[in-house]
Nanobody, 119 residues
Framework: QVQLVESGGGLVQAGDSLRISCVAS????????MAWFRQAPGKEREIVAT????????YYGDSMKGRFTISRDIAKNTVYLQMNSLKPDDTAVYYC????????????WGQGTQVTVSS
């Protein structure tokens, strides 16, 4: 099993930056890909960004490209999401997720961290 714990969410103003973190523990060697998802009230969950654990290959959702950066620190078992030029539409609960090697879905999820962007 893998446990994921997010932190760093909060209330910011439009145009501000914020970095949220996700610390993984447990059988982290079984993880192939880490991701950030978000879900706003009344909306479906959407993918924000993904990163492969070993190679650091990244992918971004269309509305995040150029503003968000996903990174990982293998030594610290931590994945980060740097968010710049935040907009009120970025307000959501941000979830960290992990996909096991060979899995077709994300097997592990954190509890989420709230990010609120005021106008």
């Amino acid at each position: 099993q893998v446990q994921l714990v997010e932190s760093g969410g909060g209330l910011v103003q439009a145009g501000d930056s914020l970095r949220i973190s996700c610390v993984a523990s447990g059988r982290t060697f079984s993880i192939n890909t880490m991701a950030w998802f978000r879900q706003a009230p009344g909306k479906e969950r959407e993918i924000v960004a993904t990163i492969t654990w070993s190679g650091g290959v990244t992918y971004y959702g269309d509305s995040m490209k150029g503003r968000f950066t996903i990174s990982r620190d293998i030594a610290k078992n931590t994945v980060y999401l740097q968010m710049n030029s935040l907009k009120p539409d970025d307000t959501a609960v941000y979830y960290c997720a992990g996909k096991s090697i060979g899995s077709m879905k994300y097997d592990y999820w954190g509890q989420g961290t709230q990010v609120t962007v005021s106008s």
